[in-house]
């Protein structure tokens, strides 16, 4: 699957379990569901910041800017969500929390839908967009499975990873890279 097209779903997917919540009356099925989201979070700026952020950079050097911010989008949407798990569904904080975090990660994927994205989808084939989509998508699922502790390093080169985080890392490397295909971008 495109890498865009994949992170384009988990944006709309994300939205709609955050919508979910809002509306789910049951405290103990809100609580599960806030916990779902935030590994779904989790996992997404992980990939993001795993590999596709890194070709951007890159090809970008002359204007970082659109990367600064959503680098700096992914930090408060990862507060913001950390925040919301630690709250109980009953508080009476949650419902302003949970709308702090819808409006921070509807900004992240509207910067990266009318920014980021079209920059590298002119910067890459369709061939490698499979690539990295194939990448993402393995990625993904490792760890919505397994997570890696808060806190750990993102780097895929990373040495002394936590334990925990041992299925994730190697899920981290990518394909592509493991057979020695080194991506060649056109220029984001
Ligand atoms: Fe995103």
Redesign the pocket.
């Known amino acids: 699957m495109d890498a865009l097209d994949l992170?384009e779903q988990q944006?709309l997917e994300v939205s709609a379990l955050m919508a979910r919540i809002a509306a789910e009356p049951s405290p103990g099925l809100r609580t599960a569901m806030v916990a779902q989201l935030s590994r779904m979070i989790d996992a997404?700026v992980r990939i993001?910041e795993t590999y596709l952020y890194p070709v951007c950079a890159e090809r970008m050097a002359g204007d970082r800017k659109p990367l600064h911010d959503a680098y700096e989008k992914h930090g408060l949407a990862r507060f913001a969500a950390d925040n919301l798990l630690r709250t109980r569904v009953t508080d009476v904080r949650f419902e302003a929390r949970l709308r702090l975090l819808r409006d921070i990660f509807a900004h992240?994927?509207d910067e990266?839908e009318d920014i980021l994205f079209p920059k590298a989808k002119r910067g890459l084939t369709d061939e490698q967009l499979d690539v990295i989509g194939s990448d993402l998508e393995r990625a993904y699922e490792v760890l919505l499975r397994v997570g890696v502790p808060a806190g750990a390093p993102l780097a895929r080169s990373q040495r002394g990873w936590p334990r925990r985080g041992a299925h994730a890392v190697r899920a981290l490397r990518p394909v592509s890279r493991r057979r020695g295909e080194a991506l060649r971008v056109r220029g984001c």
Do not use: C, G, N
Request: hydrophobic share 30%.
């Open positions: 992170l944006h997404h993001e992240h994927a990266e």
